[in-house]
């Protein structure tokens, strides 16, 4: 009888421990958000007008205003400051910088004769204004930021300088025409 006890006791603790594992529900929970994602235009950049300084005098200098006005030593000719589009999303920030701003113009045809030159920028929502963003001085790959609240979808990188003819280096201003090209990058950020 003894045995038989013991067996019957084993038997009840073992089903005990079964029926608190069959009696246990499982604890678990979930939820769900959501992944959202707004699509914006690709960005561009377009050289909409150059910067033109018209004639000048090798012993003079001019200045061309971000509005576009001449002032200094000969006028004449086509003047005019210079300006980039940028089209982009609306309400999207935009990093500007240059990444070729040469310090002099050098003359066309051949030679190595150079007309320095120095820059002023800004940008804005006009193209027929120079007035928009805080005017800087341009140096190369220095970066200008358009916030995000700008609600225009095209912006425009106003360009101006001055050109003062250099008669003391090895590779003086002579008379001739001068270039060189200034490279603008925008770029998401």
Do not use: C
């Amino acid at each position: 009888m003894k045995t038989t006890m013991k067996f019957f006791a084993a038997i009840t603790v073992m089903l005990g421990f079964s029926a608190i594992g069959f009696g246990q529900t499982p604890q678990n929970a979930s939820n769900s958000i959501a992944a959202n994602a707004t699509v914006v235009g690709s960005i561009a950049v377009g050289g909409t007008q150059t910067l033109e300084f018209g004639n000048l005098s090798v012993d003079g200098y001019k200045t061309i205003s971000l509005a576009g006005v001449a002032s200094g030593a000969v006028t004449g000719g086509t003047e005019r400051q210079g300006y980039y589009t940028i089209t982009k999303g609306a309400n999207t920030s935009v990093d500007l910088s240059f990444t070729s701003i040469p310090t002099v113009l050098t003359i066309t045809g051949g030679g190595t004769n150079e007309l320095p030159i120095t820059y002023l920028s800004t940008w804005g929502t006009s193209s027929s204004t120079g007035i928009g963003g805080v005017s800087v001085n341009v140096t190369q790959n220095a970066t200008t930021i358009v916030p995000q609240g700008t609600a225009a979808g095209t912006i425009y990188v106003h360009l101006a300088g001055t050109v003062t003819p250099d008669t003391q280096s090895a590779n003086p201003t002579i008379a001739g025409s001068y270039t060189a090209n200034v490279t603008l990058k925008a770029e998401f950020n």
